[in-house]
């Protein structure tokens, strides 16, 4: 539940507020009252107290509540405005939390959901688990880890450095805050990022007394962990030493140039590297920027909700939202910066928003480079999240890491031959911001590493989405003659591969049956049978493990167990031999994460403004013009007029 109470006289805030906090609220749209417990604690008038409690969101307008008085049950809001959608049941004289917790008006979810916040507020750290059913209303389709470290200086304008590491993206963002008070902007970083670890000094946290950011961050930010740490592990010089062993090469001046005198943002990246986590970066691998909170415009969670900015209220898992309106992304890269872009728009109009206008336009009046462009980002994969895990350090490795290597590896490989795609499609783009772009990925960045791909990797190796196919592609992926154990183990391979052909090939000619062999990566080779071939008789007892489904039988025989087992065997040896070779390009490819992420970044940004192409071209959209004044000539509600069946009316604003 989501209740925003902006500009209430200060009595009658503080009470309000107080109330929700405690979570002393019965829900029930049938009602028009709010009846509040009497509970009194100063709370700053400019705060605002979100609280979840159920999937429905709420919002009290001050402009429906007339009057507030007390009385021996507590306080009674009465509501005037009609139109206000969702209203609380006056709580019962004898109410408790726990009788409301337990009370039927609640459902089961929701019981839990009220437990584990009290269970979390009484503890220093505690797990609030994020349901993947539920679509945020912040638009997060994709499980992510962000850790962030935060540090605080106090004062009457505190400022509030933070550090969030996305281990899964390999990002570092950096940023310092000169908030008030209310910690407002801070509150807003950490919902807009969504961190799911905080960690703090141990001086400010219980048993200590816990800072007032410490206690806004426990209320207001939800599924998170809150951590605490020694505070001597916030050391500006142990950051700047981190600085300069993990950041690209290329960023470490710049950075240092862009903290400089940010001993909050910087020191807090150190801590995050003091607590570990289990999490090794290698050198000069991280991409590291400095995010200053003055370059995007902040937008309340209250109005990405209301607005529906990021997801419909209606129809959470539609696109009837302004980022489904936006997302016509055609790689992962793409959709992931469109998304950050819509929550944090930048507000440089000289650096982000006018070159991406001119890029925008020039897409949209070449047709033949538009069509291109599209048609080249259809074969770019999420490189970007596979270049994470090659720079996370691993502690220990086993045959399914290693497999996952080579096919990290396979992947990289695709992804850089699809780049010369990209480039030619932008030969004849002349805006500044498609130019660098193109600069980019021209052949003697990309090129580079392809060829030390090559001297390794056998050219026509790609990666497969069928288990059996990418298994062989694994097992053939390194070249021949670099390891000679290596070619008589894929030689042993081949043969029990045959063997197992051959064995199928023996049981339908002995039997007059029509098995057709399948591959898994549970059972590996397995048998399927028709099952009208033994409707009128018994399957033969040599078929073990059988099972029915549909007009199949699925089963496997004595003989083919002992096959898959020879052939994991051999499958295995041919990994191993495989890794040693490999390791070495991984190593390489480590050295050369800058220009990788650099790509990767180009190819989501040009993905991105491609999406609004193809928005501005359907939709016949026209570029604003940006002045002091604001004027809006025939405007249409974009939701409303893809979704209403009639056309829809529009507007002139001046």
């Given at each position: 539940m989501t209740v925003l109470v902006p500009d209430m006289p200060r009595p009658h805030l503080c009470s309000f507020l107080q109330t929700i906090r405690d979570l002393r609220i019965w829900t029930n749209p049938c009602m028009t009252n709010l009846r509040l417990t009497a509970h009194h604690q100063k709370i700053r008038a400019s705060e605002v107290t979100r609280v979840s409690r159920s999937h429905v969101r709420y919002i009290v307008s001050t402009r429906g509540i007339s009057s507030v008085q007390r009385n021996q049950e507590g306080w009674l809001a009465s509501v005037e405005d009609s139109r206000l959608s969702h209203f609380s049941t006056p709580m019962p004289e004898s109410s408790s939390r726990r009788d409301l917790t337990s009370s039927p008006f609640f459902p089961e979810s929701s019981r839990r959901s009220a437990s584990r916040m009290t269970s979390h507020a009484d503890t220093p750290s505690g797990r609030r688990t994020?349901?993947?059913?539920?679509?945020?209303?912040?638009?997060?389709?994709?499980?992510?880890?962000?850790?962030c470290a935060i540090s605080e200086a106090r004062g009457v304008s505190p400022s509030v450095g933070m550090a969030f590491v996305d281990v899964s993206l390999g990002e570092v963002t950096l940023s310092q805050i000169c908030d008030n008070q209310s910690y407002v902007k801070s509150i807003?970083?950490?919902?807009?990022?969504?961190?799911?670890?905080?960690?703090?000094?141990?001086?400010?946290?219980?048993?200590?007394?816990?800072?007032?950011?410490?206690?806004?961050?426990?209320?207001?930010?939800?599924?998170?962990?809150?951590?605490?740490?020694?505070?001597?592990?916030?050391?500006?010089?142990?950051?700047?030493?981190?600085?300069?062993?993990?950041?690209?090469?290329?960023?470490?001046?710049?950075?240092?140039?862009?903290?400089?005198?940010?001993?909050?943002?910087?020191?807090?990246?150190?801590?995050?590297i003091e607590r570990q986590f289990s999490i090794s970066f290698s050198p000069n691998s991280l991409r590291i920027k400095?995010?200053?909170?003055?370059?995007?415009?902040?937008?309340?969670?209250?109005?990405?909700?209301?607005?529906?900015?990021?997801?419909?209220l209606h129809k959470p898992k539609s696109k009837h939202s302004l980022f489904g309106l936006l997302n016509n992304t055609l790689t992962p890269m793409g959709a992931r910066m469109l998304r950050s872009n819509v929550l944090q728009p930048p507000t440089r109009q000289e650096n982000f928003i006018d070159p991406r206008y001119d890029a925008l336009q020039e897409l949209t009046t070449d047709e033949a480079m538009f069509r291109d462009v599209r048609k080249s980002l259809k074969a770019f994969n999420d490189?970007?999240?596979?270049?994470?895990?090659?720079?996370?350090?691993?502690?220990?490795?086993?045959?399914?890491?290693?497999?996952?290597?080579?096919?990290?590896?396979?992947?990289i490989k695709g992804f850089l031959e699809s780049v010369p795609n990209?480039?030619?499609?932008?030969?004849?783009?002349?805006?500044?911001?498609?130019?660098?772009?193109?600069?980019?990925?021209?052949?003697?960045?990309?090129?580079?590493?392809?060829?030390?791909?090559?001297?390794i990797i056998e050219p026509d190796v790609t990666y497969s989405k069928s288990a059996l196919d990418l298994r062989n592609q694994r097992t053939f992926a390194v070249r021949p003659g670099l390891s000679g154990m290596l070619d008589v183990a894929r030689q042993t391979y081949k043969e029990l591969t045959e063997e197992i052909h051959q064995h199928v090939d023996d049981i339908n000619k002995a039997h007059n049956t029509n098995a057709v062999l399948r591959f898994d990566n549970s059972r590996k080779f397995w048998l399927r049978i028709k099952t009208a071939c033994y409707e009128n008789e018994d399957m033969p007892e040599f078929f073990v493990n059988c099972v029915r489904k549909k007009d199949n039988i699925e089963c496997q025989t004595l003989d083919l167990i002992k096959l898959n087992l020879r052939l994991s065997d051999t499958s295995n040896e041919v990994v191993i031999r495989s890794d040693a070779v490999v390791q070495d390009l991984i190593a390489v490819l480590r050295t050369e994460a800058p220009h990788l992420f650099r790509i990767c970044e180009s190819v989501a940004l040009v993905d991105m403004i491609a999406s609004f192409g193809q928005l501005a071209t359907t939709h016949d959209y026209v570029k604003p013009e940006i002045t002091s004044t604001l004027a809006l000539k025939a405007a249409r509600h974009p939701i409303l007029d893809r979704v209403s069946k009639t056309p829809f009316g529009t507007c002139t604003v001046c």
């Open positions: 994020r349901t993947s059913a539920t679509p945020s209303i912040l638009g997060h389709s994709e499980s992510r880890t962000i850790i807003h970083k950490m919902q807009m990022l969504s961190p799911s670890r905080i960690v703090f000094m141990s001086t400010v946290c219980p048993p200590n007394t816990p800072s007032t950011l410490y206690l806004l961050i426990r209320d207001l930010v939800d599924d998170v962990v809150l951590d605490a740490f020694d505070r001597c592990a916030w050391s500006e010089l142990a950051g700047l030493d981190y600085i300069e062993d993990l950041a690209f090469d290329v960023d470490i001046q710049p950075i240092k140039v862009a903290t400089q005198g940010k001993f909050y943002a910087i020191s807090s990246f150190a801590a995050f400095y995010q200053p909170s003055e370059d995007t415009m902040m937008i309340d969670i209250a109005a990405i909700q209301g607005l529906e900015v990021m997801q419909s490189v970007e999240k596979l270049l994470t895990k090659l720079i996370i350090v691993p502690k220990s490795t086993d045959i399914a890491f290693v497999e996952e290597q080579i096919n990290q590896v396979l992947l990209l480039q030619c499609a932008l030969t004849s783009a002349c805006s500044a911001l498609l130019v660098k772009v193109r600069d980019l990925c021209r052949p003697e960045v990309t090129g580079r590493i392809l060829q030390y791909i090559r001297r």
